[in-house]
Structure formats: structure tokens, C-alpha cells
């Protein structure tokens, strides 16, 4: 069987001595979860903040009040400022955050169900993904998850 994603995003993290924290809103630690499966992962994984409601991203992660009233949750300028917070929070090489609307119900007019924000950072750099992503609520977190291994990998490598 190949490398799963979180093994090849393990690897490639050992191999340079870096590490890793998340910030989760609607994955709810799924992407730690999928971290923490891999052997060996407290060589990288630092640890993940589930922050589900405004005030958690507030509190937890340093998530700017003005930020989550003028663009909301579910926005790009929100899921930067969440990657940030997981860096200093945990004192990361790298990090993950993600916030978006798994359904069935939250979705507002100009954000529906399945638009999920994805950003991974290296310190200096953020990078955000706006997704829409089809289906259930399980499988909307199922393609984040995916999506944000895949673009720390990239990330991590050097390919983004």
C-alpha cells in the first residue's frame, strides 16, 4: 500500500528537522488525528488548537475581533490570521489551519456549504486555497483534510 498523505507530509518534515501545529475549526482535530497515526509523528506534530467558535479563534489562536466581524469565520483574511496563531501558539516551523462550512446547515448567502479556506505557512509565508468542496458533511472534511496535508507537503517540499 502507498504512503498515505500524512506519512509522505511526515517524512518530508523529519527529513528537514522541522515541525508542525494545526489550527482545526471544521475538521475538528481530524487533521491531527491523521497525523498522530503515523509513527513517530512527536518527532514533527507539536499539537493541534480545535477552535470551532469565534471565540475559541479569539482566544486560543489571537484571532482579530475586527477580522471575524468584517470578513467572518469563514474567510481568507480569518484562516491567515488562525495560521499564524497555531505558529506562535505551539512555537511551529509550519502550520495548518482551516475553517470553512461542512453543512448541512451554516451556509450564508455568498458562502455555501463546502467552502472551506486552507492555509499552510513556513514562518514568512501563508498560503490560503479557497475550496468549494461537494458532498456530505463527512466527506467535506474528509477532501479538507486531504487538501491540507497535500499543500503542507507541497509546502514542506518546496513546490508551493
Known amino acids: 500500500m502507498p504512503p498515505s498523505e500524512a506519512e509522505r507530509l511526515a517524512g518530508s518534515l523529519m527529513s528537514r528537522g522541522t515541525t508542525l501545529a494545526c489550527a482545526e475549526s471544521c475538521t475538528g482535530g481530524l487533521i491531527g488525528a491523521a497525523l498522530t497515526d503515523v509513527p513517530g509523528a512527536s518527532e514533527f506534530f507539536l499539537g493541534s488548537a480545535v477552535t470551532y467558535s469565534n471565540d ?16 467572518g469565520a469563514v474567510s481568507e483574511e480569518t484562516v491567515r490570521e488562525m495560521a499564524r496563531g497555531a505558529t506562535e501558539l505551539y512555537g511551529a516551523d509550519h502550520a495548518i489551519a482551516v475553517t470553512g462550512i461542512a453543512g448541512p446547515g451554516g451556509a450564508t448567502p455568498g458562502k455555501p456549504v ?15 486555497s479557497r475550496n468549494l468542496f ?21 509546502m514542506s517540499e518546496g513546490r508551493l
Not at 56 to 71: F, I, N, R
Not at 114 to 128: E, F, H, N, Q, S
Not at 140 to 152: D, H, I, N
Open 114 to 128: 463546502g467552502l472551506v479556506y486552507v492555509a499552510v505557512t513556513d514562518g514568512p509565508r501563508i498560503v490560503v
Open 56 to 71: 475559541a479563534k479569539e482566544k486560543v489562536l489571537g484571532v482579530s475581533h475586527d477580522t471575524l466581524m468584517s470578513h
Open 134 to 154: 461537494e458532498g456530505d458533511r463527512a466527506s467535506v472534511r474528509r477532501q479538507t483534510v486531504s487538501t491540507a496535508l497535500t499543500m503542507m507537503l507541497e
